[in-house]
């Protein structure tokens, strides 16, 4: 039996999104081929334009790497929405108003050195915050945010800045936020 919400979430979303409205737990139910969820936030700004933020250089894993906002789904969120919605705020201090869309998901998998290998999935989701100037890095996950055109994605390169992303499928999801977008708004 799927968890009730009961309280209504501090953000729009469609009904589209609906089964993301359930705690961890019961995703884990529902989806016993994975062991650990994660979500991250695209963000556009007036001139379409993708927040992009830059992990610690004193990060273990992918220190000065660039990527969307996001990260661990907690079991104490009451949602996966609201873990999204939690993490957005977490990394850049923005608040999210409207969860626009799904734009993809992807799964990978975590050796341990114990030799247990976790399988994760990454849903990625689009949202409208309530104001873009206030952007604050959390300096322990990030020290620099920016915001990246389509092409400045496709040449991994914004103006003087180089674009190092983790993995080949953190450019595609970038590139498929754009394309939704697009679609979306004609432009």
């Given at each position: 039996?799927?968890?009730?919400?009961?309280?209504?979430?501090?953000?729009?979303?469609?009904?589209?999104?609906?089964e993301y409205?359930?705690?961890?737990?019961?995703?884990?139910?529902?989806?016993?081929?994975?062991?650990?969820?994660?979500?991250?936030?695209?963000?556009?700004?007036?001139?379409?334009?993708?927040?992009?933020?830059?992990?610690?250089?004193?990060?273990?894993a992918f220190?000065?790497?660039?990527?969307?906002?996001g990260g661990?789904?907690?079991?104490?969120?009451?949602?996966?929405?609201?873990?999204?919605?939690?993490?957005?705020?977490?990394?850049?201090?923005?608040?999210?108003?409207?969860?626009?869309?799904?734009?993809?998901?992807?799964?990978?998998?975590?050796?341990?050195?114990?030799?247990?290998?976790?399988?994760?999935?990454?849903?990625?989701?689009?949202?409208?915050?309530?104001?873009?100037?206030?952007?604050?890095?959390?300096?322990?996950?990030?020290?620099?945010?920016?915001?990246?055109?389509?092409?400045?994605?496709?040449?991994?390169?914004?103006?003087?800045?180089?674009?190092?992303?983790?993995?080949?499928?953190?450019?595609?999801?970038?590139?498929?936020?754009?394309?939704?977008?697009?679609?979306?708004?004609?432009?």
């Open positions: 039996m799927a968890t009730e919400i009961t309280n209504p979430p501090p953000f729009e979303y469609p009904a589209s999104l609906q409205m359930i705690p961890e737990k019961e995703y884990f139910k529902q989806h016993p081929e994975y062991q650990a969820l994660c979500t991250g936030i695209v963000v556009f700004d007036k001139q379409g334009k993708l927040l992009l933020v830059q992990r610690a250089s004193t990060e273990k220190p000065d790497f660039w990527e969307i906002p661990k789904v907690d079991d104490t969120d009451e949602t996966l929405l609201h873990g999204a919605v939690r993490e957005l705020k977490e990394e850049t201090g923005l608040e999210a108003t409207r969860i626009v869309r799904k734009v993809s998901e992807f799964w990978f998998d975590d050796r341990k050195v114990d030799g247990r290998v976790p399988r994760w999935v990454k849903h990625i989701f689009e949202m409208e915050v309530k104001d873009l100037g206030s952007i604050k890095v959390d300096p322990v996950e990030h020290q620099a945010y920016l915001f990246a055109s389509e092409e400045d994605v496709i040449k991994e390169k914004a103006g003087d800045v180089e674009l190092k992303y983790i993995t080949p499928d953190n450019k595609v999801i970038k590139l498929e936020a754009f394309r939704h977008r697009r679609k979306e708004t004609g432009a």
